[in-house]
């Protein structure tokens, strides 16, 4: 079945310790990408990855670092998280997209992180 | 200003209406205009694509896009309470066609 895969699902955590937050995907895709959902403000990216070593900031990079050392993994580094950083995250991917085109992204099932 | 303004509802209709939902934005380099149904406690999912101006329709689903106005829309005809979701429009430009922006979306319930 094709799919996006996040995990954890859920997590509590404290100011400042560091946490990770997993992304697979199964589809081959060489398009993957970091969002946070807050209320009112809609889904905000915060990093994007075009291919394997190669990624670029979207609007809200702060506080977050990414890696794609393999194509199917995105993982999402909160390496001293704050309690702004609670939030709703989720990660997509989708194959690249090209100037003239819009190719489908897929979404994770959702990441709801609290940060005391 | 945000880029791309959404009214956030809840916007409740009976069923069977005819429902309009509408993003405008500022950045006139847009080319790439989404919309994207979110079920509660689910990712996003792809509702409809359309590259520049003009109408595209898939089933009981038409997206508008004017870019004269800075302004797109998306109707429902006949809607169904399984239609009830939060509507997200979401749009890119030329140059960027993976970096996405979204409106904060509309909450639409369908009453049976």
């Known amino acids: 079945e094709a799919q996006v895969t996040q995990n954890p699902r859920y997590l509590i955590t404290v100011t400042g310790k560091k946490l990770t937050v997993t992304c697979s995907q199964n589809?081959?895709?060489?398009?993957m990408s970091w969002y946070r959902q807050d209320p009112g403000l809609g889904l905000r990216q915060i990093y994007y990855?075009?291919?394997?070593?190669?990624?670029d900031k979207g609007d809200v990079p702060e506080g977050y670092k990414v890696s794609r050392k393999e194509k199917r993994n995105f993982p999402l580094i909160l390496e001293s998280p704050s309690p702004n950083q609670t939030s709703l995250y989720f990660c997509?991917?989708?194959?690249?997209?090209?100037?003239?085109?819009?190719?489908?992204?897929?979404f994770g099932p959702g990441t709801r992180l609290l940060v005391l | 200003q945000k880029e791309v303004e959404q009214d956030p509802g809840p916007l409740s209709v009976p069923e069977g209406a005819i429902v309009s939902l509408n993003c405008t934005y500022s950045?006139?380099?847009?080319?790439?205009f989404m919309w994207y149904r979110q079920y509660s406690r689910k990712g996003p999912e792809l509702l409809m694509y359309?590259?520049?101006?003009g109408n595209k329709e898939d089933g009981r689903f038409t997206a508008q896009v004017d870019k004269s106005s800075k302004y797109i829309s998306l109707f429902i005809r006949d809607s169904q309470p399984s239609d009830s979701a939060t509507y997200l429009c979401?749009?890119?430009?030329?140059?960027?066609?993976?970096?996405?922006?979204f409106g904060s979306g509309t909450r639409l319930s369908i009453r049976p």
């Open positions: 997509a991917s989708s194959f690249l997209p090209l100037p003239g085109s819009q190719e489908t992204q897929y």
């Open positions: 979401a749009m890119s430009d030329r140059y960027s066609a993976s970096k996405i922006i």
């Open positions: 990855s075009m291919n394997v070593e190669v990624t």
């Open positions: 359309t590259y520049s101006s």
């Open positions: 589809m081959n895709h060489e398009y």
């Open positions: 950045n006139s380099a847009f080319q790439y």
